[in-house]
Antibody, heavy 120, light 111 residues
């Protein structure tokens, strides 16, 4: 079945780095844009980034621009989010989702999320 | 402060019709499609409405979306207890270099 599974979350100190992964299965990964969205504890959804199917068109939220990098490996059916210079306010549940916030059907498949905690 | 403005809460009794508003601007809702997401407690969001008023297969026709100018609405008729969830509107925003934006979310309580 169509599935997205995030991994790589954990506890990291302020200023540290973390790389999240999202493994896709059940669909042709290389045909789809992919996105990252996060949700701070008890808060709403925050769009972070999307990447087109070939990896050449990328957009970021201002809150992460210059610190986070989205990438993908279509051969491995995987999406990544490299997070540098982490701050306490980056603490959240990070979701990957199929497609983009402006794609025809919207972000129609979501993973279960991986938790990132930034604390000393 | 979210770019799209939603009421933080809404409520209704079973069988009632409730609406949730989403207010934006000319750079987002005014020129782009609106999407609605439902997040049941403890689960990942799910797309409820795409392209302003379209329902994915499997979404009951009790859910409907509309858009007018720089605002959008989600209506839920025949309210059921399982509709108790957080609802988010979303759109693309053409300001700056382009970005995705969500509303702050509306917690729907079924009394």
């Amino acid at each position: 079945q169509v599935q997205l599974v995030e991994s790589g979350g954990g506890l990291v100190q302020p200023g540290g780095s973390l790389r999240l992964s999202c493994a896709a299965s059940g669909f042709t990964f290389s045909d789809y844009y992919m996105s990252w969205i996060r949700q701070a504890p008890g808060k709403g959804l925050e769009w972070l980034s999307y990447i087109d199917s070939g990896g050449s068109s990328i957009y970021y939220a201002d809150s992460v621009k210059g610190r986070f990098t989205i990438s993908r490996d279509n051969a491995k059916n995987s999406l990544y989010l490299q997070m540098n210079s982490l701050r306490a306010e980056d603490t959240a549940l990070y979701y990957c989702a199929r497609d983009s916030i402006r794609s025809y059907y919207g972000m129609d498949v979501w993973g279960q999320g991986t938790t990132v905690t930034v604390s000393s | 402060q979210s770019v799209l403005t939603q009421p933080p809460s809404a409520s209704g009794t079973p069988g009632q019709r409730v609406t949730i508003s989403c207010s934006g601007s000319s750079s987002n809702i005014g020129r782009n499609y609106v999407y609605w997401y439902q997040q049941l407690p403890g689960t990942a969001p799910k797309v409820l409405i795409y392209r302003n008023d379209q329902r994915p297969s499997g979404v009951p026709d009790r859910f409907s979306g509309s858009k007018s100018g720089t605002s959008a609405s989600l209506a839920i008729s025949g309210l059921r207890s399982e509709d108790e969830a957080d609802y988010y509107c979303a759109a693309w925003d053409d300001s700056l270099s382009g970005r995705g934006v969500f509303g702050g979310g509306t917690k729907l309580t079924v009394l």
